[in-house]
């Protein structure tokens, strides 16, 4: 049996090869975040499932190589753990030439734009610009939405096998945010599919009463989903038609600026 449930295996189910320690690790990095800045041991070690002195052991392994750092009772992560996030975007493909393509974008429809890609069963901002604040209390790199209640999410989605797309159902938790939140399994699988086929996905108050979002898929250069890319609105002064019919075509423009790159970058 597995001990820890965030765990997909054991040491021993392994063959020596998961490091249970290591992943223990992660888990403290990972029990940070909004809400929980600072926080003390007990909480560290209710948050993680970890013992006390688990979780002592790994808070002083991680203050000793400069992550983690502390004041009185508080413990918290140092600016150094965002070299952990750097690794990633520096090694993504779309480091380097989609900035410029999303900073052009921007300029054209004067709205808020975003890459988003698929992480198990939410989506991760990995470049955004911003014109306003669409979403309260503001979104950057690295936020991390459910996928069903995104537009982004659904042309994610939309690339998945069908297979993969039964794991997700399986895993995914939904829960209504307002009034228009879709969460039956069997109506998103529908919609999921029909943006599939259009090549695009609008939703309108899902997540936030207010705000609308129009993505595109981006492929990769073997024909796969494996980002999408978003214009957020606020319908209090855009409507769907006016997004199709304005917006639309400067998205998928985008898009294929990307894919081109990717291929570029694979070539």
């Not at 790994?58 to 203050?63: G, Q, S, V």
């Not at 503001?138 to 690339?159: D, E, H, I, N």
């Not at 297979?163 to 939140?181: N, P, S």
């Not at 086929?197 to 981006?218: A, F, K, T």
């Amino acid at each position: 049996m597995n001990p820890h449930p965030e765990f997909p295996i054991t040491a021993r189910e392994s063959g020596g090869q998961f490091v249970e320690a290591f992943a223990r690790g992660l888990l403290v990095i990972m029990a940070f975040g909004e809400g929980h800045e600072r926080m003390t041991l007990s909480q560290v070690a209710q948050r993680t499932g970890l013992t006390r002195a688990g979780a002592r052991r790994l808070l002083f392994t991680l203050e000793q190589l400069g992550f983690v750092a502390h004041k009185e009772r508080l413990f918290f992560l140092t600016p150094k753990i965002l070299r952990l996030g750097y690794a990633y975007t520096s090694s993504s493909p779309f480091w380097g030439y989609a900035q410029p393509i999303l900073e052009q974008l921007v300029g054209d429809v004067q709205e808020t734009c975003t890459l988003a890609v698929l992480d198990g069963t939410e989506i991760v901002y990995v470049i955004r610009n911003s014109v306003r604040a669409v979403v309260s209390g503001g979104s950057v790199v690295g936020t991390r939405l459910p996928a069903y209640v995104t537009s982004m999410g659904r042309v994610l989605l939309g690339g998945l096998t069908e297979a993969e797309l039964d794991d997700y159902f399986a895993q995914a938790g939904v829960r209504k945010y307002t009034d228009r939140t879709l969460i039956d399994p069997a109506a998103l699988r529908q919609v999921i599919a029909a943006d599939r086929v259009q090549g695009w996905s609008w939703i309108q108050g899902e997540l936030e009463e207010h705000i609308c979002g129009l993505s595109v898929p981006v492929a990769d250069h073997e024909g796969r989903t494996c980002a999408a890319l978003n214009i957020s609105v606020n319908s209090l002064r855009m409507t769907k038609e006016i997004a199709l019919e304005t917006m639309l075509p400067r998205l998928r423009n985008a898009a294929a600026q990307l894919q081109r790159g990717l291929q570029l970058r694979a070539a």
